[in-house]
């Protein structure tokens, strides 16, 4: 069964520095996502990406955040100069439509923990 | 502000058991109501609702949408110690990427 895969599971980082968290989407999906999730908290949406660029981003994914589709399969989250709060679960999507049309299939997800 | 809301926050019920778990929403042009299961990581899908009344079914676990009230439940019979999770709502909005989750409802079946 075709799934979402993210790598690595677990990344721990220093404040201050830049991390990539890497997905492979679902081959014939059209539409990915980030999200993020502290612990204990909601899933929150960061980012959705069509068509090679943003097409919605929520008030976190500021100047810190970026995302890149560098090549057919791989999709990436960079954050820059990680701070403590940048602690979370991320989690990559992908869908065959919007969120207006199908279910979005989530990935494992990456731990990350700023330290 | 677009807002989707579950209850119970979380449950504990014995295996065999019922349990309805429930999602409420506040949201401006709503399109969808997803399900999901999270158990130790990913959440993996379970339903998707556009339509009012109509029942999903898979299994032991079933879903219904009411659109006119603004809520569906999501029904788990003869529950088993697999069902424990934590089982998440989501609302696709049009005009819109993203989906909107609630806090989610933990539930745990003891043997």
């Known amino acids: 069964e075709p799934e979402v895969t993210q790598t690595p599971s677990h990344q721990v980082t220093q404040m201050g520095q830049e991390v990539i968290l890497r997905c492979v989407p679902i081959s014939n999906h059209l539409y990915f996502y980030w999200y993020r999730q502290i612990l204990g908290q909601k899933v929150e949406f960061l980012v959705s990406?069509?068509?090679?660029?943003?097409?919605?981003k929520s008030e976190i994914f500021d100047d810190q955040f970026s995302v890149e589709r560098p090549d057919g399969s791989n999709f990436t989250l960079k954050i820059r100069s990680t701070k403590l709060e940048d602690s979370a679960m991320y989690f990559c999507?992908?869908?065959?439509?919007?969120?207006?049309?199908?279910?979005?299939?989530f990935g494992q997800g990456t731990r990350l923990t700023v330290v | 502000e677009d807002k989707v809301v579950q209850s119970p926050l979380s449950l504990v019920v014995h295996e065999g058991d019922t349990v309805t778990l429930n999602c409420s929403y506040e949201v401006t042009n709503f399109r969808s109501l997803l399900w999901y299961k999270q158990e130790k990581k990913a959440p993996t899908f379970l339903f998707m609702l556009t339509s009012s009344g109509i029942e999903k079914k898979s299994g032991r676990l079933s879903s219904i949408l009411d659109k006119k009230e603004l809520f569906s439940i999501l029904n788990i019979t003869a529950t088993q110690t697999g069902d424990s999770a934590i089982y998440l709502c989501a609302v696709g909005l049009s005009g819109t990427y993203k989906y909107i989750f609630g806090t989610g409802t933990r539930l745990k079946v003891l043997a």
């Open positions: 999507a992908s869908s065959s439509q919007g969120a207006r049309g199908t279910e979005a299939f």
């Open positions: 990406f069509y068509n090679n660029e943003i097409s919605e």
